[in-house]
């Protein structure tokens, strides 16, 4: 990929989760709480989280998704969805939202 490719990919890969945190306010207010946590949370950043893997522009814009994740929901909200998923797509969101149990780890 050249430079300007890859600052052009960065960009859209910014564009896209900003977005999605966007959209996910307009969910919550129509459809509630649990679909907007299905829709940003095991949906948009488990994908993002996909990605980023095998793109790097993706892989630098990942924590700022993350901690965008924490500005949209208040960390009880993510603490009792995620108590409430199966284990294993609870351990992968734990460990990508730095949640042990049901407190925030501090970073």
């Known amino acids: 990929m050249t430079h300007d ?3 052009v990919s960065l960009m859209h890969s910014h564009k896209i ?4 945190c966007q959209a996910t306010c307009t969910i919550r207010r129509r459809f509630g709480l649990k679909n907007a946590l299905d829709y940003l949370v095991s949906e948009k950043l488990l994908n993002f989280t996909e990605v980023a893997e095998q793109h790097p522009e993706f892989g630098a814009e990942l924590p700022r998704f993350q ?3 924490w ?3 208040h960390p009880y909200e993510l603490a009792g969805y995620l108590a409430s998923l199966r284990p294993m797509t609870r351990k992968k969101l ?3 939202l730095y949640v042990r149990g049901a407190a925030r780890v501090a970073g």
Request: net charge positive; aromatic share 12%; no cysteine.
């Open 5 to 7: 490719g890859a600052i």
């Open 17 to 20: 989760w900003r977005k999605q």
């Open 67 to 69: 901690a965008a994740v």
């Open 71 to 73: 500005e949209v929901f």
């Open 94 to 96: 734990q460990k990508l």
